[in-house]
């Protein structure tokens, strides 16, 4: 009989403010022994100690209020606990017992409300997938509602930091931008480049997934730009002028993160929900950048990657990112021709089919100066010479598609030369 659904289990717990061990212990009981039993608590109210005194001043029973059990447990956990980080951790442990989805939205809404906290922000942090009609709802937009998210979209566009590229496209959120070059071509230090100006300049606040260097190598390069010093010499700089260098990392704050370990994109995904409920509470996170799409934990087999490139897509919208990748070209676009390496292609880039089909806009960066067989004179003209290439983009502003950039190693910056200033390749 206990088996049978529809008999409910109402628990009375006296009203001492210390019902939480014998209400969780309750709970317990019914999960191992008769899990598919609806089980609720009736809160005593104020004035009165317990059932019996109800009883005793003729307190009609079936106007108390009964709650749930787990958010029985919710509201108590707050009301107990006054430090956030303690109640975030409780309510964490009370919400991966919870089965049914209506209860863990109920929770979701209570808390938003008791931490002044955007409800989508906390059923992230609760990972409550499920949705009401009235969200499902809001998934459609008529024209005039979708005309005017464009003009917002349009409002809020990233820019690189490079003028001249900034003349013919821009970034978006939503949307992928796959930065491809073959090995040691210098495109994490573009990337970072990218990310100094969405930071600093720009305000933004952005995840760095570092894959491939460790976080005290991104954060030397990081400095050495900032501090406009050859990299190798940073951190005896740092030592030498620590408020100089504190200057500029107060600058960025917490806007900008790091994480260095190699993950999977699902593992990513996961840290993206922690680090928007946990780091990024206040403000919204802009931008994800990921070193390399080649490095992701499995990601080995064209299966694979064509999985991991489809999955981009949807991290991208869910989170409302503009996300970065990273990606290698391969061996097909160091061929020479005419002497010299030919340009990249979208169809160079590893994994190329689904990840070119899932990015907005494509960057195709290579080095005149690796030519194999180039002249010293050649080489020398065309030391340190970054050549850009608009392989892909949706919303082209203009027609010119060919950038070139210098490296300064005195400074560690990488500049975007003006249009009388590129060199040709004729030279």
Not at 23 to 35: D, G, V
Not at 78 to 102: A, C, R, W, Y
Not at 175 to 200: C, R, V
Not at 248 to 276: F, H, M, P, W
């Amino acid at each position: 009989i206990i088996g049978r659904r529809e008999i409910k289990i109402v628990l009375v717990p006296d009203n001492d403010n210390r019902a939480d061990k014998f209400i969780n212990r309750a709970k317990e009981l019914f999960r191992t022994h008769a899990s598919n039993l609806l089980v609720e608590v009736m809160q005593i109210e104020d004035g009165y100690k317990d059932l019996n005194e109800l009883h005793v001043a003729k307190k009609d029973i079936k106007k108390q209020v009964v709650k749930d059990i787990n958010f029985f447990l919710a509201e108590f956990i707050l009301k107990q606990n006054k430090g956030l980080d303690v109640q975030k951790k409780k309510i964490m442990e009370l919400v991966s017992t919870v089965k049914d989805p209506l209860v863990r939205l109920s929770i979701a809404e209570y808390l938003s409300k008791e931490w002044k906290k955007p409800l989508d922000v906390i059923k992230e942090f609760l990972s409550v997938k499920e949705e009401s009609i009235d969200e499902v709802l809001n998934e459609f937009f008529s024209l005039a509602n979708a005309t005017s998210s464009l003009i917002t979209e349009e409002n809020n566009e990233l820019n690189t930091g490079y003028e001249e590229l900034d003349g013919a496209i821009n970034l978006y959120k939503k949307q992928i931008t796959t930065i491809a070059a073959p090995s040691n071509t210098g495109k994490t230090d573009f990337l970072i480049e990218l990310l100094l100006n969405l930071s600093i300049v720009q305000q933004k606040r952005i995840l760095f997934f570092s894959l491939e260097m460790s976080k005290e190598d991104v954060s030397e390069i990081i400095l050495a730009k900032l501090l406009q010093q050859p990299r190798w010499k940073i951190k005896q700089f740092i030592l030498e002028h620590p408020l100089e260098a504190n200057n500029y990392i107060n600058k960025i704050g917490t806007r900008l993160q790091i994480n260095d370990k190699v993950l999977s994109l699902a593992d990513i995904d996961e840290r993206i929900k922690i680090a928007k409920t946990n780091i990024f509470v206040d403000e919204p996170l802009d931008i994800v950048a990921i070193d390399h799409f080649g490095l992701l934990r499995n990601n080995t087999t064209v299966e694979q990657q064509s999985k991991n490139a489809d999955g981009l897509i949807p991290l991208a919208k869910n989170h409302n990112v503009c996300l970065i990748i990273l990606a290698q070209l391969n061996k097909a676009s160091q061929v020479i021709e005419k002497g010299r390496i030919r340009e990249p292609m979208q169809t160079d880039i590893s994994g190329s089919a689904s990840l070119g089909n899932a990015s907005t806009t494509i960057l195709g960066l290579w080095r005149p100066e690796k030519t194999p067989g180039m002249s010293e004179i050649s080489k020398e003209n065309w030391k340190n010479i970054t050549r850009l290439k608009i392989l892909k983009h949706r919303k082209l502003k203009r027609d010119k598609l060919y950038f070139q950039l210098t490296y300064n190693t005195d400074t560690s910056r990488l500049v975007m030369l003006k249009e009388q200033e590129e060199r040709s390749e004729l030279d």
